[in-house]
Structures are given as C-alpha cells and as structure tokens.
C-alpha cells in the first residue's frame, strides 16, 4: 500500500527540539520530492519545506534556520528536525508527496501533532 | 507569492452551485493547486495545474484561471463537498511556496 505515516510529535518545552519522522510505503522517497506541511490548531496550512529527488532542499521563511529537512534512503523515511522550538511552531505536522506529472501534494500522511508548551 | 483566498466562508445548500476564488500577488502562469479538508483529515489534492482534476475527483470539480486569478467551481454541492478549500501555488523558483488561508463552504 502507498502510504505515509509521521511519528516523533509530542510536548514539547519551549526551546526545546524535537524530530519528527515519515516513513514511506509503496514508493521510495529517494525519487520523489517530499515536503513538510504544518496547521496550527483552528487554522490553515503552512507550506514549510521541500526536498527534490536530486537532494536540493528549500524551507519557508519560518522554517529556515531553524528547521533541518533530511532524508534517509535506507530507511525510506523523511525527517523533520526542528529546534528552538516556540509556542507558535505548535501544530500538526504532516509530510507529503509530490505527484510525478503535475508536482503538486498528492500524498499526505495523517499528521502528527507538536505542542510546544512549558 | 501571496495567496489571497475569498470568500472567507461561504454558505450555500446542497445542490447549489459554489465559486471560490484564488488570487495571487503575482502571477503564478498555472502553477496552481486546489485542496480540499474535511475536519480530522488530511488534505486532498482536487485540481493541478490550474485546471486538472487529480485522480479519482468527480466532474462537477472545475478549476480555471491563469496568470493571478484563479477560480474552483463545484457544478453542485453534495453533502459531502462541504469542507475548507486551500489553493496552492507552485510557481515561485526557488521555493519556498504557498498556500491560501483557506475557503470554508459550509451548509445553509
């Protein structure tokens, strides 16, 4: 089955850090572009990273500097390291996939919630 | 590139006809995406590339629109189509991109 399942969310103190996992089905990470999607309780979605197929990776403003995006092809998983954590990063964090024709999130995990609380 | 999604809410019946719009700050050409959310799920991708319906999503899904205006049409609510809209543009070289603020169609 193709699928996406996120793992590593939880409490969280603030300045604290946290990684968060995706580990892929059906399909290898290594060859597809992946991103990070986040949504604060009650609100939208916040596009937060990419990773091509090639290894090139670009964060949002929100994201860069303190966000890291890697992958690890062995273990067919994307990870999401996120330090220096801050009330505001406390969301649900899902990972998706890009689609192979148009490049859009056709593929989403089911998410997995961080709360940065103290 | 900024996303501007209107309305905010949308109150229609079933069987009516909904137009939410998108429109970017800059053009976007048609790099751009419609989602669709139901509470307590992940998104799902229904329109790419400004008008291509993704796999499996039914016809009375439409979208049209280039360049910073942008428009997702359903023909006729089912009861089901009610849910928050997102649009996402992919445009912007190199990333990052982005995503509306959201249209929730909700029942009358």
């Known amino acids: 089955e193709v699928q996406l399942v996120e793992s590593g969310g939880g409490l969280v103190q603030p300045g604290g850090s946290l990684r968060l996992s995706c580990v892929a089905s059906?399909?290898?990470?290594?060859?597809?572009?992946m991103s990070w999607v986040r949504q604060s309780p009650g609100k939208g979605l916040e596009w937060l990273s990419i990773i091509f197929s090639g290894g090139n990776i670009y964060y949002s403003d929100s994201a860069k500097g303190r966000f890291t995006t890697s992958r690890d092809n062995s273990k067919n998983t994307l990870y999401l390291q996120m330090n220096s954590l801050r009330a505001e990063d406390t969301a649900l964090y899902y990972c998706?996939?890009?689609?192979?024709?148009?490049?859009?999130?056709?593929?989403w995990g089911q998410g997995t919630l961080v709360t940065v609380s103290s | 590139t900024v996303l501007t999604q209107f309305p905010a809410t949308l109150s229609l019946s079933p069987g009516e006809r909904a137009t939410l719009s998108c429109r970017a700050s800059e053009s976007v050409t048609t790099y751009l995406a419609w989602y669709q959310q139901k509470p307590g799920q992940a998104p799902r991708l229904l329109i790419s590339?400004?008008?291509n319906r993704a796999t499996g999503i039914p016809a009375r899904f439409s979208g049209s629109g280039s360049g910073t205006d942008f428009t997702l049409t359903i023909s006729s609510l089912e009861p089901e189509d009610f849910a928050v809209y997102y649009c996402?543009?992919?445009?912007?070289?190199?990333?990052?991109?982005?995503f509306g603020q959201g249209t929730k169609v909700e029942i009358k």
């Open positions: 590339d400004a008008s």
């Open positions: 996402q543009q992919r445009s912007d070289w190199p990333p990052p991109w982005t």
């Open positions: 998706a996939r890009g689609s192979d024709s148009s490049g859009f999130l056709v593929l």
């Open positions: 059906g399909f290898s990470v290594s060859n597809n572009y």
